[in-house]
């Protein structure tokens, strides 16, 4: 399998939506900026499209905010498309970004995820990407506080 980090194609954009969940025409019309600006820093979002063998399979956002960020670090997000979990795209998608951003002068990338969602810890720890610790009550799901567990890579 070939994993490969690249902009969006201009007719990817109902896939895209159904990777990252998107079913609102409100949320539809939030990514369309952001898409139609894949590759491109849109304010501090930057996405690119996750492809295995030209198939779009995921999503990755990176994120700088140099309001909140020191210069040469950032924040991962990554979706990857129900049917494509547990094949190794996670991983994949980690070291993609961290070859991008070592190769854009950043110096340490973080993300999080659920400590429910074990497969995504897996994969940060497949990845080289080093456990921080728990960021607690971080997400609210159905009037539940929700715990994160925080990865980072650095140079």
């Keep these: 399998m070939s ?4 902009p969006y194609k201009e007719d990817e954009f109902e896939r895209a939506c159904q990777v990252r969940g998107l079913e609102t025409s409100d949320a539809k019309a939030r990514f369309k ?30 994120r700088h905010c ?16 129900q049917e494509e979990r547990g094949k190794g795209a996670g991983t994949a998608a980690l070291n993609l970004a961290w ?11 973080e993300g999080s ?10 994969a940060f720890k497949s990845a080289g990407w080093e456990y921080e610790g728990r960021l607690k009550k971080l997400f609210m799901q159905d009037g539940v506080a929700i715990d ?8």
């Design 66 to 81: 140099d309001k909140t960020m020191p210069q040469g670090a950032g924040h991962i997000g990554i979706d990857i498309a």
């Design 3 to 6: 994993f490969q980090l690249r």
């Design 113 to 122: 995820t659920s400590e429910e969602n074990i497969a995504m810890q897996k």
């Design 33 to 62: 900026v952001r898409f139609d600006g894949t590759g491109k820093w849109i304010d501090h979002y930057l996405h690119f499209a996750l492809v295995r063998d030209e198939l779009l399979i995921g999503d990755i956002q990176l």
């Design 99 to 109: 070859e991008w951003a070592v190769a854009n002068d950043f110096h340490r990338l």
């Design 148 to 155: 994160y567990l925080s990865f980072a890579r650095t140079i």
